[in-house]
């Protein structure tokens, strides 16, 4: 004899009993197929519970796991890209900035604050790679800048996260120029001894490597970064060679002696703040 026996047959529940689970309860990784609570998620700072793979995050969560509290000051928010060479490509510069804007809800692609970690106070930039590919235009290197003005002016350390493409083609030049600027202004920062963090993340390439990416008392990376100047398929093309397994990774970087250490992404803040405090 059965346990159950349906008397009723063709049960139909009212669409308003039907009873959905939200949206966004879970976490499937992209890297190892294994799904997670997304709080769990979250609370290990944004890598996955089962391979550690380092999600793509940006200046939002990155504040959260740094700053005590989630507490912090953010600097020149509404600072945001003219349009000095009236560039046009698919669209124009300023219609694709307005529509960028709304779409990630971000000014640039840069976001730069100060507060404490760890009750050390820093001050910290970070790009976000949803604007236009974390792009360095006129706006993100004066943001950093200003950045290292306020840390100059605080005698904070300073704490750069970069994630970026490079330069921005849509500024041309005057994206170019942003190179000089921040290293000048790191420069200046030196010369004060105050301490300086890189952080790379994936991906950090172009310009921006070549420039305040690398600068860094420390150049520190997290796990399986993408790293380099050029991407892998140019440099292919280029060289008509197939490249080594895991090229430009932050482990292969790390290897060749162009970092000092790749840290994990939930032992960051107390990595950074020993740095900082052995620097000071």
């Known amino acids: 004899m059965s346990w159950f026996v349906r008397k009723d047959k063709g049960i139909q529940t009212p669409t308003e009993m039907k009873l959905e689970a939200p949206d966004g309860l879970w976490y499937l990784c992209p890297n190892c197929k294994k799904v997670m609570n997304t709080r769990e998620h979250k609370l290990n700072a944004y890598t996955c519970v089962h391979c550690n793979y380092h999600e793509k995050i940006g200046s939002e969560a990155y504040f959260s796991i740094l700053f005590d509290e989630n507490e912090f000051t953010e600097l020149n928010a509404t600072m945001t890209s003219a349009d000095p060479l009236k560039f046009v490509d698919t669209k124009p510069y300023p219609v694709r900035i307005k529509s960028t804007e709304e779409k990630t809800g971000l000014k640039d692609a840069v976001r730069t604050a100060y507060g ?67 290293s000048a202004k790191l420069a200046l920062l030196d010369k004060a001894k105050l301490p300086y963090v890189s952080l790379l993340t994936d ?76 620097l000071q």
């Open 116 to 182: 404490a970690m760890n009750g050390l106070t820093v001050t910290i930039a970070v790009m976000d790679f949803n604007f236009i590919g974390g792009s360095m235009g006129s706006v993100v290197g004066e943001k950093i800048a200003r950045a290292i003005d306020h840390a100059l002016a605080n005698k904070t350390p300073f704490l750069m996260i970069s994630r970026s493409g490079g330069a921005r083609m849509m500024e041309a030049g005057f994206s170019l120029m942003q190179m000089a600027k921040t």
């Open 203 to 278: 991906p950090t390439t172009g310009g921006v490597t070549a420039s305040y990416a690398m600068l860094g008392d420390f150049n520190i990376a997290e796990p399986e970064a993408l790293i380099g100047f050029a991407g892998p398929r140019v440099i292919r093309e280029t060289i008509g060679k197939d490249l080594p397994k895991g090229f430009q990774s932050a482990e292969f970087v790390l290897d060749h002696g162009f970092l000092d250490f790749i840290v994990d992404r939930k032992d960051l803040k107390d990595k950074v703040v020993t740095l900082f405090r052995m």
